[in-house]
């Protein structure tokens, strides 16, 4: 099992607004560590959509936003579109590991 | 623009060495750390390890046994090695600039398949 905690599976329609749950520990998020999350599309390697909790790369959409609280952090989504249906995963650090560790992944549909 | 590019075997027999190769144009080798992730078929990202400074490693502690990446700044290339490899290190392996703990792993490379078997 992973050390960051995600639900399997999120759904919603297009316009609507999802939201994907990272949950950790104290010796990774509640640490104190940034959560960064990647979006990978079907078949293609992994992108950066949010690092150091809350920031935006160059060329993200607004829609997409990060937050964190204790030890878990959140990604939402607003305006859910098609082109968002992918796998979405969180990262931190975790000190007890000396690593970097990853969630499971939650495969978005857009219904 | 900061590109990565996977290569090495596609097919490693059971038992032996598994090695990748990263090049990376568009940055320096020398800076950053560079980092190892594979994906098992259906599965998860898993970070193997990664590399930084020129030569200061730090490995996944399930791997670390098994695991060396090395760095070649003369062709600005940084290497993976696994050995004794199982079926269950059936995946696709990526390489990654790696930001460290604030900023992500912000460049990919698209990621080789390797496959495990006789």
């Known amino acids: 099992h992973s050390v960051l905690t995600q639900p399997p599976s999120v759904s919603g329609a297009p316009g609507q607004r999802v939201t994907f749950s990272c949950t950790g520990s104290s010796s990774n998020i509640g640490a104190g560590y940034d959560v960064h999350w990647y979006q990978q599309l079907p078949g293609t390697a992994p992108k950066l959509l949010i690092y150091?909790?809350?920031n935006r790369p160059s060329g993200v959409p607004d829609r997409f936003s990060g937050s964190k609280s204790g030890t878990s952090a959140s990604l939402a989504i607003t305006g859910l579109q098609a082109e968002d249906e992918a796998d979405y995963y969180c990262?931190?650090?975790?000190?007890?590991?000396?690593?970097?560790?990853f969630g499971g992944g939650t495969k978005l549909t857009v219904l | 623009q900061v590109q990565l590019q996977e290569s090495g075997p596609g097919l490693v027999k059971p038992s032996e060495t598994l090695s990748l190769t990263c090049t990376v144009s568009g940055a320096s080798i020398s800076r950053d750390y560079w980092s190892w992730i594979r994906q098992p078929p259906g599965k998860g990202l898993e970070w193997i390890g990664y590399i930084y400074r020129g030569g200061s490693t730090n490995y996944n502690p399930s791997l670390k046994s098994r695991v060396t990446i090395s760095v070649d700044t003369s062709k600005n290339q940084f290497s993976l090695k696994l050995t004794s490899v199982t079926a269950a290190d059936t995946a696709v392996y990526y390489c990654?600039?790696?930001?460290?703990?604030?900023?992500?792993?912000?460049?990919w490379g698209q990621g080789t398949t390797v496959t495990v078997s006789s």
């Open positions: 990262q931190s650090y975790d000190s007890s590991l000396s690593g970097w560790v």
């Open positions: 150091g909790n809350t």
């Open positions: 990654a600039r790696d930001r460290g703990t604030h900023n992500g792993m912000d460049v």
